[in-house]
Structures are given as C-alpha cells and as structure tokens.
C-alpha cells in the first residue's frame, strides 16, 4: 500500500513555516537557492510566484503556512546522489550506505531521494533521509529461475542487486540493522498451504539467519506481514552481510493496491483549447477490507496544480461515473479553488469526492485554453511542450500505517517507527505533456545572417572602389608591356596591327571603372530595397 515515500517525476519541495505571513515568501526563495546549491539542482527555479503555490487542505491537513512546488521535468542524476550521500556520517564508505553502488541504483526500474528536516524544541533539529529504489535482480548470475505465466521469478542476493556487500556498520552509529519484508501477499499463500511462515520453507529459504522475527498485525489482530531483522554490526569485512533468498517453487502474489488506481490524460487537439482529464478505476479494495457491501462510500481528495500559461475554467467541471454523468453535488463534499493569475500565480484545485463502493470507473473532465508566452518566458527545448506537475490523489479512510506489537518503542528504530506513523494512502498520476504555440526561434537567426551578408558585399564593393589607386595601376599595365619583348612587336608590324598601348590601357581602365560603378549601385540597390521590405513587413 502507497507510504509516505511514494514521490512524483521529477522534483517536489514543500515546507511549512513558524513566521509571519509577510516573511514566508523571502524565506521560501532563500530555502530553494540554498537546496538548489547544495544538491547541484535546480531548485532555485521554484522561487517565482509563478512556480510555487499555498494549498489550504488538500495536500496536507491542518497545517498552515505551507508552500508546495514541482519540477516534474527535472532529472535525478549522479551529481545529485553525491551531495545527498555526503550529509551521512559515514558517506558511502561504511554502513548501510556503502550498497549504493551508483551503477546498480542508476539501471533499476525506480529510485527516488528524500530529504526531511523537522524542527524540535527538545532534540533540536531531526535529518531523516530516505532512499527508495526498485532493483532489478541479476538474472545472469542467479542460480534458480521459475517461470510462472511466461514471466521469470529470479532469485536474489544483495551482491547481485548492488554489486556490494556489506561489511559492518557506520563507526560513529547506534545501530545499522537491515529489514526484510516478506509481504502480506506472500504470507497468506503460505499460510493457505498450511506451512509455517519461516525463513526456511517449501517456497523459499533465506541466506541467514534473522536475528529476530517481527510479525505485523492487521485491524483483526492477524499476521499481515512479516520483518526479518539483521544486525549489521555483527559482520565485518572478513565475514561480510550477504542477504540472498531463493526460491523453490514458482509463487504469484500481489501487493495490497491503493482503493483506486488513478491516471491523467489529455484530451482534444490543437494549440487553442483542450481538456484535462483525471480516471479512477476501482480495484475492489473494500471488498477485503469493508466486506461485500455496496451501501457504503469511499472519500478522495484530489490536489493538482495547473501552471498559469493552461488557463482552466472550473466551472467546466463533468464528473461521469460508471458512464453516467453527475451533478457536482451528488459527488463532491468540498472544494478549494485558487484562480491562476497571468505571470503572478499557478491555479490550484482542492477537491474532495465521495465515491459509492460499488463504483468501478469514473472520469472528471475540466476544460481549458492554452495561453501566449513573452518570448524570454520560453524554457529551452519549448518545442517538446510544457510539463504540468502531477496530480496527488490521497484517500483518508485508509491508512499505510503497519502495527508492531512486538516492539518496544524504547529501542528506537527509525525506519520502524517510519512505518507505524499515521498516513494516508496516496497516488500520484502521471505528468502532462501541453503543446503551447512556440515562435520560429531561428527567424532572428535568419534574419542577421542575412542582413548581414548584404551589408558585407555592399561595404567591401564600397571600400575597394574608394581605395583603388588608378596611377598605380597604369604603370603596372606599362611595365608589363615595355616586358614583352621585340619579338611580340615584331610579330605584330608582320600581321600589319598598329600598337598603341596608352589608348589600350585607357579603354580597359574606362571599361572596368564603368563595371565597378555599376557593381557599387547595384548592391546599394539591392541593400535599400531589402531594408524597406523588412521594415514593411
């Protein structure tokens, strides 16, 4: 079931302030350049009004002085782990951390940072980074494979997902302890062929032995999952920690899903108008937790930011379920709405719904128009479109928090004492794509090119006729004819020519000057002519 890690594409930033409302915004722009230069990010891009926007409800409840800003376009890259990795104690070089093999994290199917700072009058300041990845085993290298439906069920081993293994804690820790779920999926298929859920069974064994077993408990005090801890600080570098689980025979489970799976598209074509359009298809999640009945409802509460260049008309709001179109009353409970304002302010939709169980689909439609950009507002690359940060859908009657009774509180285990915190389940959709009409970029480009290739014909022309020296010239033609000889001369008296050489050079001299002449008024004409188009046009 979604925690809190579940993250959209790209970057999100949000923070809640203890100042007064005239200082929030200073502090904000302070916090996003300092983020921006601390992970070589670019955050800092969220200090504009335009970016960033003050949700009432619908992203976090009772909390005010919040801020929220996404950058679903950003990229998470290595330079970005590195700064990350560096607020550790131990960096990478010990510890738990030390897995983070950046080729293994960088060619999994998911991974995502996160960075929460809290504020506590009693301990002072609390540093919580979490790192979340989806790994893909190393199916070359692992022993036994099961195909189950055409798809293989490798097994797996911490050196085969990281590369690494792990040989001790960080120095300076309390404790370094690794966690291994076995999910509720899989411990109701085991349990249904009546074996013990152990380390070691018919479906699958476990490298190591766990130090201790942790058995979650659900509403109805039953086994939900199971955790599997290791200390770290047991091993060394002389016996390194290589967690590895095999499978025996080929098993299908599935995670629990979210009540609905939600997804965002575009609708309608071209680059005036169009129509957003947010999907629930139901994954019958009450049936196993609320029983078969259909009297009852199911609550959503829809966030969703919309840059101010996507102007949306909210009272376009259409609601279809199963097919069958509603009035707004029927479904929604509450609803927030903060108009965007040209080049000032993103708009923001705060809503929330109220869905029959017996529900399978239904679709919100809102229509909207595309808006003009001054031409220093474009982003690079505007042709591939503009993205619109994705829409967080959370649903407050059901809750991603896991029951421990076995733990004392006392120990003090973070991770553990992450998952038993109260939150919702929440599901973000994808982020949108809008063509927005761009200019033709390289229209100035063109322009100067051209401009300028005139302008350097029509000077060069000008400068060589306005430097030319004519005297110089002659006496270079009669140099060249006192160097041709007699026996030219005499070639020539034989076939009768009359030789006058000063009329000769004079009459090349007239004709190329007439052809320079023409060559000067022609390219000025052609200047002049170009220069009166551009200006019409």
Same mark, same amino acid.
């Given at each position: $079931?979604?925690?809190?890690?579940?993250?959209?594409?790209?970057?999100?930033?949000?923070?809640?302030?203890?100042?007064?409302?005239?200082?929030?915004?200073?502090?904000?722009?302070?916090?996003?350049?300092? %983020?921006?230069?601390?992970?070589?990010?670019?955050?800092?891009?969220?200090?504009?009004?335009?970016?960033?926007?003050?949700?009432?409800? @619908?992203?976090? %409840?009772?909390?005010?002085?919040?801020?929220? @800003?996404?950058?679903?376009?950003?990229?998470?890259?290595?330079?970005?782990?590195?700064?990350?990795?560096?607020?550790?104690?131990?960096?990478?070089?010990?510890?738990?951390?030390?897995?983070?093999?950046?080729?293994?994290?960088?060619?999994?199917?998911?991974?995502?940072? &996160?960075?929460?700072?809290?504020?506590?009058?009693?301990?002072?300041?609390?540093?919580?980074?979490?790192?979340?990845?989806?790994?893909?085993?190393?199916?070359?290298?692992?022993?036994?494979?099961?195909?189950?439906?055409?798809?293989?069920?490798?097994?797996?081993?911490?050196? /085969?997902?990281?590369?690494?293994? !792990?040989?001790?804690?960080?120095?300076?820790? =309390?404790?370094?302890?690794?966690?291994?779920?076995?999910? =509720?999926?899989?411990?109701? &298929?085991?349990? +249904?062929?009546?074996?013990?859920?152990?380390?070691?069974?018919?479906?699958?064994?476990?490298?190591?032995?766990?130090?201790?077993?942790?058995?979650?408990?659900?509403?109805?005090?039953?086994?939900?999952?199971? !955790?599997?801890?290791?200390?770290?600080?047991?091993?060394?570098?002389?016996?390194?920690? *290589?967690?590895?689980?095999?499978?025996?025979?080929?098993?299908?489970?599935?995670?629990?899903?979210?009540?609905? /799976?939600?997804?965002?598209?575009?609708?309608?074509?071209?680059?005036?108008?169009?129509?957003?359009? %947010?999907?629930?298809?139901?994954?019958?999640?009450?049936?196993?937790?609320?029983?078969?009945?259909?009297?009852?409802?199911?609550?959503?509460?829809?966030?969703?930011?919309?840059?101010?260049?996507?102007?949306?008309?909210?009272?376009?709001?259409?609601?279809?379920? *199963?097919?069958?179109?509603?009035?707004?009353?029927?479904?929604? *409970?509450?609803?927030?709405?903060?108009?965007?304002?040209?080049?000032?302010?993103? @708009?923001?939709?705060? $809503?929330?719904?109220?869905?029959?169980?017996? $529900?399978?689909?239904?679709?919100?439609?809102?229509?909207?128009?595309?808006?003009?950009?001054?031409?220093?507002?474009?982003?690079?690359?505007?042709?591939?479109?503009?993205?619109?940060?994705?829409?967080?859908?959370?649903?407050?009657?059901?809750?991603?928090?896991?029951?421990?009774?076995?733990?004392?509180?006392?120990?003090?285990?973070?991770?553990?004492?992450?998952?038993?915190?109260?939150?919702?389940?929440?599901?973000?959709?994808?982020?949108?794509?809008?063509?927005?009409?761009?200019?033709?970029?390289?229209?100035?480009?063109?322009?100067?090119?051209?401009?300028?290739?005139?302008?350097?014909?029509?000077?060069?022309?000008?400068?060589?006729?306005?430097?030319?020296?004519?005297?110089?010239?002659?006496?270079?033609? +009669?140099?060249?004819?006192?160097?041709?000889? #007699?026996?030219?001369? %005499? #070639?020539? +008296?034989?076939?009768?020519? &009359?030789?006058?050489?000063?009329?000769?050079?004079?009459?090349?001299?007239?004709?190329?000057?007439?052809?320079?002449?023409?060559?000067?008024?022609?390219?000025?004409?052609?200047?002049?002519?170009?220069?009166?188009?551009?200006?019409?046009?």
């Amino acid at each position: $079931m979604s925690t809190s890690n579940a993250k959209p594409p790209g970057v999100e930033l949000w923070a809640i302030f203890d100042l007064p409302l005239s200082e929030i915004d200073a502090t904000w722009k302070n916090l996003t350049h300092t %983020l921006s230069g601390l992970f070589c990010a670019s955050i800092n891009f969220l200090e504009s009004s335009t970016a960033f926007s003050a949700p009432q409800w @619908g992203f976090k %409840l009772n909390e005010g002085n919040l801020r929220y @800003g996404a950058l679903p376009r950003e990229a998470v890259c290595t330079e970005n782990l590195t700064p990350w990795l560096k607020l550790l104690p131990c960096r990478d070089k010990a510890g738990v951390a030390s897995l983070l093999y950046r080729p293994s994290i960088y060619k999994g199917y998911y991974h995502s940072q &996160k960075l929460k700072l809290r504020s506590s009058q009693s301990v002072g300041i609390i540093l919580d980074q979490t790192l979340t990845a989806v790994l893909q085993p190393n199916t070359v290298n692992s022993k036994q494979l099961h195909a189950t439906d055409g798809q293989l069920q490798p097994s797996w081993s911490i050196r /085969h997902l990281f590369n690494r293994k !792990l040989s001790g804690k960080c120095p300076v820790s =309390k404790s370094s302890r690794i966690y291994l779920e076995i999910d =509720k999926g899989i411990v109701d &298929k085991v349990k +249904k062929s009546g074996i013990d859920v152990s380390w070691n069974n018919e479906f699958f064994v476990l490298s190591n032995n766990p130090d201790r077993v942790i058995k979650e408990l659900d509403s109805l005090k039953v086994q939900s999952s199971s !955790l599997y801890e290791y200390d770290v600080s047991a091993y060394s570098e002389d016996e390194p920690f *290589d967690l590895g689980m095999t499978w025996k025979l080929p098993l299908i489970w599935s995670c629990t899903p979210s009540p609905y /799976h939600t997804s965002r598209f575009l609708m309608g074509s071209g680059n005036e108008r169009g129509s957003i359009a %947010l999907s629930f298809l139901s994954t019958n999640l009450h049936k196993q937790i609320l029983g078969s009945s259909n009297d009852c409802s199911i609550k959503a509460v829809i966030f969703q930011v919309v840059p101010w260049y996507v102007k949306v008309y909210y009272h376009s709001l259409d609601i279809f379920i *199963d097919g069958n179109r509603k009035t707004i009353p029927e479904v929604v *409970d509450k609803i927030h709405v903060t108009p965007s304002e040209d080049k000032l302010l993103p @708009g923001t939709l705060e $809503m929330q719904l109220r869905f029959p169980c017996s $529900m399978q689909s239904a679709t919100l439609t809102l229509d909207f128009d595309k808006g003009f950009l001054h031409i220093d507002e474009y982003p690079p690359d505007a042709n591939q479109g503009f993205d619109i940060p994705s829409a967080l859908v959370s649903f407050p009657e059901f809750n991603s928090t896991r029951s421990y009774p076995e733990i004392d509180s006392s120990l003090g285990s973070p991770l553990l004492e992450n998952f038993q915190e109260d939150g919702v389940v929440k599901s973000y959709t994808e982020v949108l794509l809008v063509p927005l009409t761009t200019p033709d970029f390289s229209m100035p480009y063109n322009v100067i090119t051209f401009t300028c290739t005139v302008l350097a014909l029509y000077f060069g022309s000008l400068l060589n006729a306005l430097r030319r020296r004519i005297g110089e010239e002659e006496r270079e033609l +009669k140099k060249a004819v006192a160097k041709r000889g #007699l026996i030219p001369l %005499l #070639l020539a +008296k034989l076939r009768g020519q &009359k030789i006058n050489p000063s009329e000769s050079e004079s009459s090349s001299e007239r004709a190329g000057s007439k052809k320079l002449l023409l060559k000067v008024v022609f390219v000025a004409l052609v200047a002049v002519a170009f220069h009166y188009l551009s200006n019409s046009s």
